[in-house]
């Protein structure tokens, strides 16, 4: 099991003002920030990204809305890091999510729902590489 995982506070968590109030409440669940930046993905990007999902019915909403506005692309550390992260984001649809859980505060819907996270220790290798190189990782 990896220590770390991979997240993006996405565009509709940036735009009302939640990303400090998100990443604070990541270090206060004890994930150390390894690496952290400010993005405006292109449309490319995005579709790279979410590439496994391009055959989805929701595929070009998800890249429209992904390349909507500033997001922050984060590479987390911490015991257990991904399913860590999974618990702490809340089921997809904030609607559904447990009390407490990240989507719960700060999601909208199950497309503006807040935070992006890592489903596996393989993906996170994946998505981390996508926006870091090792050497930036702290």
Known sequence: MSNRTFTIIKPDSVRNGNFGKILSRLESEGFRVLGLKKVNLSKPQAESFYGVHRERPFFPDLVKYMT???????????????????????????????????????????????????????????????????????
Do not use: C
Request: avoid cysteine; glycine fraction near 8%; charge should be negative.
């Open 68 to 138: 909507s506005g500033t997001v922050y692309v984060a590479a987390l550390e911490k015991e257990g890091a991904v399913p860590a992260l999974r618990t702490l984001m809340g089921a997809t649809d904030p609607s559904k999510a447990d009390a407490g859980t990240i989507r719960k505060e700060f999601g909208s819907s199950i497309e503006q729902n807040a935070i992006h996270g890592s489903d596996s220790d393989e993906n996170a290798k994946i998505e981390i590489a996508f926006f870091f190189a090792e050497s930036e990782l702290m």
